[in-house]
Protein backbone atom coordinates (compact mmCIF):
# COMPACT_ATOMS: atom_id res chain seq x y z
CA UNK A 1 0.00 0.00 0.00
CA UNK A 2 0.82 3.66 -1.01
CA UNK A 3 2.21 5.49 1.57
CA UNK A 4 0.36 8.25 -0.52
CA UNK A 5 -3.57 6.99 0.46
CA UNK A 6 -3.13 7.00 4.21
CA UNK A 7 -1.57 9.78 6.44
CA UNK A 8 -0.57 9.07 10.10
CA UNK A 9 -0.71 11.64 12.38
CA UNK A 10 -2.03 12.98 15.89
CA UNK A 11 -4.88 12.25 16.98
CA UNK A 12 -7.24 15.20 17.72
CA UNK A 13 -10.68 15.82 19.35
CA UNK A 14 -12.45 14.80 16.53
CA UNK A 15 -10.76 11.50 15.97
CA UNK A 16 -12.56 10.46 19.79
CA UNK A 17 -15.36 8.51 18.29
CA UNK A 18 -13.40 6.22 15.57
CA UNK A 19 -10.42 5.58 18.12
CA UNK A 20 -13.04 3.69 20.58
CA UNK A 21 -14.83 2.04 17.94
CA UNK A 22 -10.94 0.82 16.67
CA UNK A 23 -9.66 -0.36 20.01
CA UNK A 24 -12.74 -2.50 20.62
CA UNK A 25 -11.25 -4.65 18.44
CA UNK A 26 -9.02 -5.38 21.00
CA UNK A 27 -11.70 -5.06 24.02
CA UNK A 28 -14.63 -6.64 23.31
CA UNK A 29 -15.90 -10.07 23.13
CA UNK A 30 -11.93 -11.71 22.47
CA UNK A 31 -10.53 -14.22 24.68
CA UNK A 32 -8.18 -12.12 25.79
CA UNK A 33 -8.02 -11.33 29.99
CA UNK A 34 -8.46 -7.85 29.46
CA UNK A 35 -11.61 -8.07 26.96
CA UNK A 36 -15.38 -6.57 28.08
CA UNK A 37 -17.11 -9.95 29.22
CA UNK A 38 -20.93 -8.03 29.54
CA UNK A 39 -22.53 -5.03 27.71
CA UNK A 40 -22.15 -3.27 30.97
CA UNK A 41 -18.38 -3.52 31.05
CA UNK A 42 -17.99 -2.60 27.07
CA UNK A 43 -19.99 0.43 27.95
CA UNK A 44 -17.87 1.09 31.09
CA UNK A 45 -14.30 1.43 29.01
CA UNK A 46 -15.90 2.96 26.21
CA UNK A 47 -17.04 6.03 28.59
CA UNK A 48 -13.51 6.04 30.72
CA UNK A 49 -11.55 5.92 27.45
CA UNK A 50 -13.45 8.88 26.47
CA UNK A 51 -13.03 10.74 29.32
CA UNK A 52 -9.04 9.99 29.01
CA UNK A 53 -8.82 10.48 26.00
CA UNK A 54 -10.12 14.32 26.03
CA UNK A 55 -8.72 14.73 28.97
CA UNK A 56 -5.56 13.59 27.25
CA UNK A 57 -5.06 14.62 23.89
CA UNK A 58 -2.99 17.45 23.14
CA UNK A 59 -2.36 18.02 26.51
CA UNK A 60 0.01 15.11 27.87
CA UNK A 61 3.20 15.25 26.65
CA UNK A 62 4.20 11.97 27.90
CA UNK A 63 1.61 10.33 25.96
CA UNK A 64 1.48 10.27 21.99
CA UNK A 65 -1.84 9.07 20.60
CA UNK A 66 -1.75 8.26 16.39
CA UNK A 67 -4.44 8.15 14.19
CA UNK A 68 -4.31 7.05 10.61
CA UNK A 69 -6.49 8.65 8.15
CA UNK A 70 -7.42 7.57 4.54
CA UNK A 71 -6.54 10.49 2.58
CA UNK A 72 -9.62 9.99 0.12
CA UNK A 73 -12.17 9.10 2.52
CA UNK A 74 -10.97 10.95 5.77
CA UNK A 75 -12.04 7.78 7.73
CA UNK A 76 -9.65 7.19 10.47
CA UNK A 77 -8.30 3.25 9.37
CA UNK A 78 -6.08 3.20 12.15
CA UNK A 79 -4.30 4.14 15.72
CA UNK A 80 -1.99 2.89 18.18
CA UNK A 81 -0.92 4.89 21.53
CA UNK A 82 2.31 5.57 23.27
CA UNK A 83 3.34 6.36 27.38
CA UNK A 84 5.81 7.50 28.81
CA UNK A 85 6.54 6.18 32.30
CA UNK A 86 9.06 7.40 34.61
CA UNK A 87 10.50 4.72 36.72
CA UNK A 88 13.86 4.40 39.00
CA UNK A 89 16.88 3.93 36.93
CA UNK A 90 18.13 0.53 36.16
CA UNK A 91 20.77 -0.50 33.61
CA UNK A 92 18.84 -0.57 30.67
CA UNK A 93 17.32 2.49 31.95
CA UNK A 94 19.39 5.46 33.25
CA UNK A 95 17.08 7.77 33.28
CA UNK A 96 14.09 6.23 34.30
CA UNK A 97 12.12 6.58 31.42
CA UNK A 98 9.71 3.53 30.04
CA UNK A 99 8.14 3.66 27.09
CA UNK A 100 4.92 1.37 26.67
CA UNK A 101 2.69 0.79 23.58
CA UNK A 102 -0.86 -0.04 23.51
CA UNK A 103 -4.10 -0.06 21.18
CA UNK A 104 -1.91 -0.44 17.89
CA UNK A 105 -5.12 -1.25 15.70
CA UNK A 106 -6.34 -1.60 12.20
CA UNK A 107 -9.52 -2.01 10.86
CA UNK A 108 -9.71 -5.23 9.16
CA UNK A 109 -10.23 -4.30 5.68
CA UNK A 110 -7.20 -2.14 6.16
CA UNK A 111 -4.63 -5.05 8.19
CA UNK A 112 -1.40 -6.45 6.27
CA UNK A 113 -0.91 -3.53 4.39
CA UNK A 114 2.14 -1.79 6.45
CA UNK A 115 -0.09 0.60 8.14
CA UNK A 116 0.51 -0.79 11.42
CA UNK A 117 4.58 -0.67 10.65
CA UNK A 118 4.20 2.79 9.50
CA UNK A 119 2.14 3.66 13.58
CA UNK A 120 5.28 1.55 15.27
CA UNK A 121 8.03 3.48 13.51
CA UNK A 122 6.30 6.76 13.97
CA UNK A 123 5.88 5.74 18.03
CA UNK A 124 9.62 3.92 18.26
CA UNK A 125 11.04 7.45 16.68
CA UNK A 126 8.67 9.46 19.00
CA UNK A 127 10.62 7.44 22.03
CA UNK A 128 13.80 7.63 20.76
CA UNK A 129 13.80 11.48 20.38
CA UNK A 130 12.54 11.45 24.40
CA UNK A 131 15.38 9.47 25.44
CA UNK A 132 13.20 6.51 25.82
CA UNK A 133 15.69 3.58 25.63
CA UNK A 134 13.09 1.12 26.87
CA UNK A 135 9.84 0.27 25.28
CA UNK A 136 7.14 -2.57 26.22
CA UNK A 137 4.33 -4.21 24.68
CA UNK A 138 1.94 -6.92 24.84
CA UNK A 139 0.79 -8.67 22.06
CA UNK A 140 -1.31 -10.41 20.26
CA UNK A 141 -0.18 -13.59 18.65
CA UNK A 142 -1.09 -12.53 15.23
CA UNK A 143 0.93 -9.20 15.46
CA UNK A 144 3.97 -11.08 17.36
CA UNK A 145 6.15 -11.19 14.15
CA UNK A 146 5.52 -7.49 13.32
CA UNK A 147 6.90 -6.74 16.36
CA UNK A 148 9.94 -9.08 15.99
CA UNK A 149 10.71 -7.53 12.97
CA UNK A 150 10.78 -4.21 14.89
CA UNK A 151 13.51 -5.55 17.59
CA UNK A 152 11.08 -6.60 20.02
CA UNK A 153 12.22 -9.91 21.97
CA UNK A 154 9.86 -11.77 24.40
CA UNK A 155 11.24 -11.48 27.97
CA UNK A 156 11.83 -13.55 30.35
CA UNK A 157 10.17 -12.34 33.26
CA UNK A 158 6.17 -13.14 33.81
CA UNK A 159 3.80 -10.67 33.58
CA UNK A 160 1.75 -11.19 36.55
CA UNK A 161 -1.68 -8.93 36.47
CA UNK A 162 -3.90 -8.01 40.09
CA UNK A 163 -7.05 -6.83 38.68
CA UNK A 164 -9.84 -5.55 40.67
CA UNK A 165 -13.08 -4.20 39.67
CA UNK A 166 -13.42 -0.67 40.41
CA UNK A 167 -16.66 1.19 41.43
Known sequence: MSDLLF???NATPTDVGSLIELRAYLLDGTSASYSSRTPEDCARWRAAYR???MSTLGINDAVQILAVEHRDSGQIIGCATGIIDVRAPAPGSLNGLSG????VVVA???RAKGIATQL??????WFANRDVAAVVLQSTEDA???YEA???KTSN???????EVLG
Open 7 to 9: LVR
Open 51 to 53: GWL
Open 100 to 103: WIQS
Open 108 to 110: PQW
Open 120 to 125: MHQLLR
Open 144 to 146: GRL
Open 150 to 152: LGF
Open 157 to 163: ERLLIRQ
